[in-house]
């Protein structure tokens, strides 16, 4: 049977639920350079992480952090403004 709309996968990310304020300037996001999964989002000069259960990090520059999605061993090595 036809289908009447293309099941498309909702684009936003999973964490975004848990924001509770809006944000106001553009945050720089970090990616996974192979799957495009958001890892991080670059903000004041930092990177702010976050994980699954509320862990969050707020990092300094050069950033590395694991893909959770492919495993893929990301590197961040100044901010993105
Ligand atoms: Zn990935």
Redesign the pocket.
């Known amino acids: 049977m036809p289908t009447p709309f293309p099941s498309r996968q909702a684009a936003q990310t999973s964490w975004s639920r848990a924001a509770t304020t809006k944000p106001t300037t553009h945050n720089s996001e970090w990616r996974?350079t192979?799957?495009d999964?958001l890892l991080g989002v670059c903000r004041d000069g930092r990177m702010h992480l976050r994980f699954a259960r509320g862990h969050e990090y707020l990092v300094g520059f050069p950033v590395q952090a694991t893909?959770r999605?492919?495993g893929?061993l990301n590197n961040a090595p100044a901010p993105t403004r």
Request: with cysteine; charged share 25%; net charge positive.
């Open positions: 996974c192979r799957c999964k893909c999605g492919c893929t």
